[in-house]
């Protein structure tokens, strides 16, 4: 056993059992996987290409659903899918992430106006009594 290799996880044990890395570096820079069967690249493809599909298909909620599942089918039998499901798999969630922010502050923002509107109302009565006024969860940005 090499004491420089973790096993404490299932994947350290599995990298170590399967032997050194599958992958040289190619003549563009970039790092290019050796021994991939054709069939592994075929899915890779279609991994990549799925979110594509469900774009231009009109099937946005399921653009998501083809590269999970061939990620947990074809990931212990491919160290590349297993790489590049997950690459996909995270860029995907970023994506998520940039669009629910968005929606949720149209949500915010539209909860928001009345309490602005009232809180308009209570400065302009606290103005007319020269009083400072200090409207409420609000970012102080100028200081």
């Not at 069967?37 to 653009?63: K, Q, S």
């Not at 659903?65 to 499901?85: A, F, H, N, T, Y």
């Amino acid at each position: 056993m090499d004491p420089e290799v973790p096993t404490s996880s299932p994947r350290a044990s599995r990298e170590h059992a399967a032997g050194p890395p599958r992958a040289v570096l190619g003549p563009n820079g970039r790092v290019v996987s050796v021994g991939e069967r054709d069939g592994d690249r075929i899915w890779l493809v279609f991994c990549h290409l799925w979110p594509l599909i469900g774009c231009f298909t009109g099937a946005l909620p399921l653009i998501w659903l083809g590269p999970v599942v061939v990620w947990i089918i074809r990931k212990d039998e491919s160290p590349l899918i297993d790489d590049q499901g997950r690459e996909l798999i995270n860029s995907m969630l970023t994506l998520l992430l940039l669009l629910v922010i968005p929606v949720i502050g149209w949500v915010v923002g539209l909860i928001w106006i009345p309490v602005w509107l009232v809180n308009s109302i209570r400065g302009a009565i606290h103005g007319s009594r020269a009083e400072y006024f200090r409207y409420p969860m609000t970012i102080r940005f100028l200081t």
